[in-house]
């Protein structure tokens, strides 16, 4: 019987001595947030087409269309020289009810065919994206849906925002610190908490009918950060 009330008392004292141990400190530290911006050039522009033919039925609409989307095709691939590039394309039928007005013969009501293809297209000729516009409008064949003005995602530009955003974290840190009257020691921890904003600058269509097309001087990058610092007294 003394092997287990043995056990139980050593168990017990060192519970107690564990107990008694003051609770461990937890490391002083200190975390800011810091942004970086820069404004570069865009170096690229994104454009929307369409080719939309109609008919009275799905088979007058597709048998159409299969012409005037090669010809916009070809189209397009005559302006690669240009810097333009299809990125992608989508067909697609519509078919159009007419909403008749109040007293309308609801009989005579016809409904209508689309058959389109869209295409997305890049442009890496800013220099030219005026007259590449004026060239798909006098096509005939096109629909401009959209103009988007962008920076490519491995620009320049993006590390230069993120160093940005670690001087102004840096400079916030210091001056906490100075203020709160203690010292900044190593780095713990940097978070990519990357906050970048719009990066596009977009023309609708109504903009670019008879004027002039003209890319934004700058864009604005940005980029975010979160540094942890270990701190403690002044020595």
């Known amino acids: 019987m003394r092997s287990p009330i043995i056990a139980a008392l050593i168990l017990t004292i060192c519970s107690s001595l564990a107990a008694a141990q ?16 820069v404004k570069v050039p865009p170096d690229h522009a ?79 000729r800013l220099d030219k994206i005026d007259g590449t516009v004026t060239a798909l409008a006098a096509t005939g064949l096109f629909e401009v849906r959209n103009l988007r003005f962008g920076i490519d995602e491995k620009s320049p530009g993006m590390k230069a925002a993120r160093k940005n955003a670690v ?3 840096r400079d916030r840190a210091t001056t906490y610190a100075d203020a709160a009257g203690v010292q900044l020691g190593e780095i713990l921890r940097i978070d990519d908490t990357e906050s970048r904003g719009p990066r596009a600058f977009a023309v609708s269509a109504p903009m670019m009918r008879g004027v002039q097309v003209v890319p934004p001087e700058t864009l604005a990058l940005s980029a ?5 610092w270990r701190i403690g007294g002044k020595p």
């Open 167 to 169: 001087d102004d974290a």
């Open 22 to 37: 003051p609770a461990a400190r937890s490391e002083a530290t200190l975390t800011v947030r810091g942004q970086g911006e």
């Open 224 to 228: 975010s950060v979160s540094m942890t």
């Open 46 to 124: 994104n454009m929307t087409v369409e080719v939309v033919t109609k008919g009275k039925s799905l088979d007058a609409a597709t048998a159409a269309h299969r012409a005037r989307a090669q010809r916009a095709t070809d189209a397009l691939r005559d302006m690669k020289k240009d810097g333009l590039a299809i990125e992608r394309s989508v067909f697609r039928l519509n078919e159009v009810r007419p909403t008749p007005g109040p007293g309308a013969n609801q009989g005579r009501a016809e409904t209508e065919y689309q058959a389109i293809t869209t295409f997305e297209l890049k442009s890496t």
